[in-house]
């Protein structure tokens, strides 16, 4: 006799969490082609024309080229893996990974300036105002249609309170909306470090053409450089976490724990939340009781804690020995 095979269908779900932001992977990939065409264009008027300024530009428009190559690859991995099955969550990590990267390589940018920088205090280079200023308000005007494109008008978050009188207290929670895409907000302050650094040049070159303050142009990019370095550990410190695992804060935890433990003889024995992308958590809970109530009963519980896209609870039966002997190591 054939064993009665049953549907498991409405207890699966798709395990992908990635805020797939089509809309910035386009913008950022017409960013790219504005910046190589500047770069190009820039280096060889340079070559010609014998410039540094505009050979310096150039390259540093290469560097940024570079980021956003880095911006659109982690959008197309993200896309071509987004249903492959050994990413047990899905591919909403790589957009975070691709914003850790670019932020490394904004903070070399900015040790780069610092260097340079330091180095034209003791050694001043012969500056040539006019050419500089025309190259500088080039590049802004480049960051400044780039910025346009890449401002993420998503990444927001609303706080909600839930008033229960069942259980006569407030639950209070973050509620994420999705949007947060830390390799667009990368790609964006890269262009904002470029536009910072020509506003400052900009204002540098003018007052060195006319009161001769030629030390200016050096203390702009110490200047700059330290900006520069504050924006890229912010977003180290927005994306590591993230990629580390790191759980939820601990009042969020802890109301969960309240919530379940709130039911008559039953207990949190163990409580995991993490993010799986920029706007996901997981959770996994482990509850022990003598009578467990089912599965169900306590995901509709927790169903106000929004931020939980992926909860999974385990149920366990504590016989009367267990739990003293539980009880006594305490």
């Known amino acids: 006799m054939t064993e009665k095979q049953h549907s498991i269908a409405p207890w699966q779900h798709p395990h992908q969490f990635a805020h797939l932001n089509h809309d910035g992977e386009r913008n950022t990939r017409y960013v790219l082609y ?51 099955p050994d990413f047990s969550f899905g591919t909403g990590k790589v957009s975070v990974l691709g914003g850790f990267t670019s932020a490394i390589a904004l903070g070399m940018v900015a040790l780069i300036m610092l260097v340079e920088s330091v180095v034209r205090f003791f050694s001043p280079h012969q500056i040539q105002f006019s050419e500089a200023i025309f190259v500088a308000i080039i590049g802004l005007t480049v960051n400044l249609i780039s910025a346009v494109l890449l401002k993420d008008h998503h990444g927001h978050s609303h706080a909600h309170g839930h008033h229960h009188n069942e259980h006569e207290h407030e639950h209070e929670h973050e509620h994420e909306h999705e949007g947060h895409d830390h390799n667009l907000r990368a790609a964006y302050m890269h262009v904002l470090a470029d536009a910072l650094t020509s506003i400052l040049a900009i204002v540098a070159l003018l007052f060195g053409k006319w009161y001769g303050l030629t030390w200016l142009d050096p203390l702009m990019g110490v200047v700059g450089s330290i900006i520069i370095t504050r924006w890229a550990w912010q977003l180290l410190g927005q994306t590591s976490p993230i990629l580390l695992d790191r759980s939820i804060e601990d009042r969020y935890r802890l109301k969960i724990t309240e919530l379940i433990e709130a039911e008559s003889d039953h207990q949190v024995a163990d409580l995991h939340i993490w993010k799986v992308s920029a706007d996901h958590y997981a959770a996994a809970i482990s509850i022990v009781s003598h009578n467990p109530k089912d599965v169900e009963y306590f995901k509709a519980k927790l169903s106000d804690f929004t931020q939980v896209s ?12 267990e739990c003293l002997s539980s009880t006594a190591h305490i």
């Open 34 to 84: 504005l910046t190589v065409i500047t770069m190009i264009v820039e280096i060889t008027a340079g070559t010609i024309y014998g410039s540094m300024a505009l050979l310096a530009d150039g390259w540093h428009m290469g560097t940024h080229a570079a980021a956003f190559m880095i911006t659109l690859f982690a959008y197309y991995y993200a896309r071509k893996h987004a249903d492959n």
């Open 310 to 321: 992926h909860l999974t609870i385990e149920l366990n039966t504590c016989r009367q020995a």
